[in-house]
């Protein structure tokens, strides 16, 4: 900008009158040389001698003279092209033949528009409402009525720069005010185009006034919920988010105006279509610029449907999975039920065949005492017939009868039966003792997973139960050694344990059997204890196991009978049984020719049954209040 | 006409008692063996026309005996009296074989008692002065 102290002023004087030129040029620079001829029409013009002008004036200005308005425009473009604008004209009003005074300012301000001008006029050619119908209103024209007076002109000139300069510095600050606002405006909107830009990519969000108002929504937001930023707008929070919380001292704008802190709920939203949107909302405090209250809540949502429905899923899946796992607990307890009925089925043969011998024996002797009966009852009517003779028959009829009697006696060998009917009683007695024991052994035995079989255990005595049952099924292939020391009771399965005793003895018997020997084999049964564990020591002189599949005996299903034979349970449910169940255990040793040696090992402390125990004492709470 | 013979064998002492008794009023005479080895002694010694046996027994088993019986002493009629009512597949196979060769005359299970064994026997000592011929 051109700075008012550092260039000249320049003024352009536009008047067909020489000595006019003069006159300015005097008053405005001082410089009177070629002017003093003119002092005369000066003076005429001027009226009052000239005032000497102050020195500073006279060295500032610079002035230019054009006789004509044309010639005065184009000077005005001549300084406008050399950028050295002037600042000031003073324009006659009548310059023939030329474009009277107007005229010229119509056309200096077309292409100067700043520039500051005085008319000059000695007469009224025009009134100053002409003037201003013609000029427009405009604060840069002033009218100088001659004659003039020097410091009228002076004060113009002075004035008149002074002011064009305020108006380029005004124009200049504005300009750079505007540049100022318009780069602010430009900043402002690039931030704010940013911060659209970042709102538009961040998590759906929404800001709710105090009045559930939605104030502010992010494309996100309505991409979240299915709505355009119109439909949005203007709504109140609970008519496009319905949650429970709505009107409840849980609405989170209430939360977060009682107390300003992070608060997370759950927010689902229905489209036309049903579909369920899920989100979890984070509502944080909004607060007023000074942050001294809060003015609503800024909410922000994460899609958590997916989640949601993998959660669904996870959970579905793992209630199939307990399902599954239930079931499979069941199939076990089925499959060891199974085992169990079918260890019991193998003995039952075994059972049958020791019931059905004293049964047998026992019912053909009940049979055998009714013709004893019968016999006794006819010997009885003879001897009764025979006293009868006796007191009043011949001596002939009494011998016939007593050679009747004796023939009876004989033919009906009474003798025999009077000694042995003894024994038929003593043999019968014996027979039903026997059938008595086994089923109740057989009851013993059978009494597996009932939890009223938790209880204290002699591991003798239920070992002496087991090899009654397996007695039938062993005897024939094994003699049985027992080797008994006194052992502690435990805690435990009794029928459980017995199981699996019963599973050794009888698979100890069968891998004898199956040598095909001449004598029988052994079963050496031991028991002794340790500081914790009762053990049970089953050794068999049989064939021994194979090294190859020592490892797979307490598999399920592993088995070396032929099919139809053997379950393949027998061991693991063993194994099951005291491993799991007993938290005990059970190994075995075998070496090819020699034999087999199956150890069960029971601690002493069972402190995992007394769960069951405490269970069965509540069942039979429960029994006692029905 | 000499009087039949017929040998009941059983590892049970009561039961071969039983069926001693049972058999006192029988018009024949019966021997007992305590187990397959004396049922053997016993044949040997005397001439036994119906054989009542047990399948399973310490000693040696029923069948066994039936074997031995078959190959030594053809003409000998033979019962099987078992404990069993379920028999075990080896022994109910060579039963049913037994039976359909006419070797195994009747199967008789113990649970029943001595009144059908008596029947089926009579039938065997019939059968049995059937095929003999009479003595002159």
């Known amino acids: 900008m051109q700075n008012e102290s550092d260039v000249a002023k320049r003024i352009l004087v536009i008047d067909d009158t020489e000595s006019i030129h003069a006159d300015f040029r005097a008053v405005l620079t001082g410089s009177q040389a070629d002017t003093t001829t003119l002092d005369a029409a000066e003076a005429a013009i001027f009226g009052d001698a000239p005032a000497e002008p102050s020195a500073s004036a006279k060295t500032l200005y610079d002035l230019d003279s054009a006789f004509q308005g044309e010639e005065g425009l184009e000077k005005v473009q001549q300084a406008l092209r050399e950028e050295r604008p002037y600042q000031l004209a003073f324009v006659d009003m009548r310059m023939p033949p030329g474009w009277d005074g107007l005229r010229t300012i119509e056309e200096i301000w077309r292409v100067d528009p700043n520039i500051q001008i005085v008319i000059c006029t000695a007469y009224s050619d025009y009134s100053w409402d002409k003037i201003v119908g013609r000029l427009g209103h405009s604060d840069q024209l002033l009218i100088l009525k001659k004659p003039f007076d020097n410091v009228e002109v002076e004060q113009l000139a002075g004035a008149l720069t002074k002011k064009w300069f305020l108006a380029r510095k005004a124009e200049a600050r504005m300009t750079e005010l505007e540049e100022a606002v318009r780069r602010r405006t430009e900043e402002i909107e690039a931030a704010q185009q940013e911060l659209q830009q970042i709102l538009s990519a961040a998590t759906p969000l929404c800001v709710i006034d105090t009045d559930y108002d939605i104030r502010v929504i992010n494309d996100t937001f309505c991409a979240l919920f299915g709505l355009s930023i119109d439909e949005a707008t203007g709504k109140k929070c609970h008519e496009l988010m319905r949650t429970c919380k709505c009107h409840t001292p849980e609405c989170p704008l209430q939360r977060v105006q009682n107390d300003p802190d992070l608060y997370q709920y759950e927010v689902s939203r229905e489209n036309e279509t049903g579909e369920e949107t899920v989100c979890l909302a984070t509502a944080t405090p909004y607060f007023s610029m000074d942050y001294s209250e809060v003015v609503g809540v800024l909410v922000n949502f994460l899609n958590i449907t997916e989640r949601k429905k993998d959660e669904k899923a996870i959970a579905e899946a793992n209630s199939k999975l307990e399902q599954a796992n239930r079931e499979l607990r069941e199939m076990q307890s089925q499959m060891v039920q199974n085992e169990k009925l079918a260890s019991i089925g193998q003995l039952a043969a075994g059972v049958a065949h020791e019931m059905n011998t004293p049964v047998g024996f026992v019912a053909s002797n009940f049979q055998t005492l009714r013709s004893y009966m019968d016999k006794f009852t006819k010997l009885f009517a003879l001897y009764e017939e025979l006293a009868e003779v006796v007191d009043s028959g011949a001596k002939e009829e009494r011998l016939a009868k007593m050679h009747e009697i004796r023939d009876f006696h004989e033919r009906a060998k009474i003798d025999f039966i009077m000694g042995d009917i003894g024994d038929l009683f003593s043999d019968s007695k014996e027979g039903l003792e026997r059938v008595t024991g086994i089923i109740q052994n057989l009851r013993d035995f059978s009494r597996i997973d009932q939890p009223q079989d938790v209880g204290e255990y002699d591991l003798n005595a239920g070992l002496k139960a087991t090899l009654v049952v397996a007695r039938n099924e062993v005897k024939y292939d094994a003699d049985i050694q027992l080797d008994l020391s006194d052992v502690p009771l435990i805690t435990c399965h009794s029928g459980q344990l017995n199981q699996v005793f019963l599973n050794l003895l009888i698979n100890a018997a069968h891998a004898i059997k199956s040598q095909e020997r001449e004598n029988k084999g052994t079963i050496r049964v031991r028991t002794y204890d340790t500081d914790t564990h009762v053990v049970c020591e089953l050794t068999d002189d049989g064939p021994g196991i194979p090294p190859a599949i020592i490892s797979k005996v307490f598999d399920p299903f592993f088995t070396t009978k032929p099919p139809g034979k053997g379950t393949g349970l027998g061991l693991s449910v063993s194994y099951d049984i005291v491993v799991n169940k007993h938290k005990g255990q059970l190994s075995v040793e075998s070496e090819m020719g020699q034999g087999t040696t199956f150890t069960v090992r029971l601690p002493k402390e069972q402190s995992i049954l007394e769960d069951e125990k405490g269970a069965r004492n509540e069942a039979e709470d429960r029994a006692v209040c029905r | ?136």
């Open chain 2, 1 to 136: 006409m000499k009087q039949k013979t017929v040998l009941f064998v059983d590892d049970d002492e009561r039961m071969l008692g039983s069926l001693r008794r049972a058999f006192i009023d029988e018009p024949y005479t019966t021997l007992l063996a305590c187990g397959a080895r004396e049922a053997i002694d016993l044949l040997r010694k005397n001439e036994v026309h119906v054989l009542v046996t047990d399948l399973r027994m310490p000693d040696m088993s029923g069948l066994d005996l039936l074997e031995i019986v078959k190959s030594e002493y053809s003409e000998i009629i033979m019962i099987v009296l078992s404990g069993q009512s379920q028999l075990a597949q080896p022994e109910v196979s060579a039963i049913t074989r037994g039976v359909h060769q006419d070797e195994i005359f009747a199967f008789a299970a113990k649970v029943d008692g001595a009144e059908e064994l008596q029947g089926i026997v009579r039938k065997a000592i019939e059968s049995c002065e059937q095929t003999l011929p009479a003595p002159s």
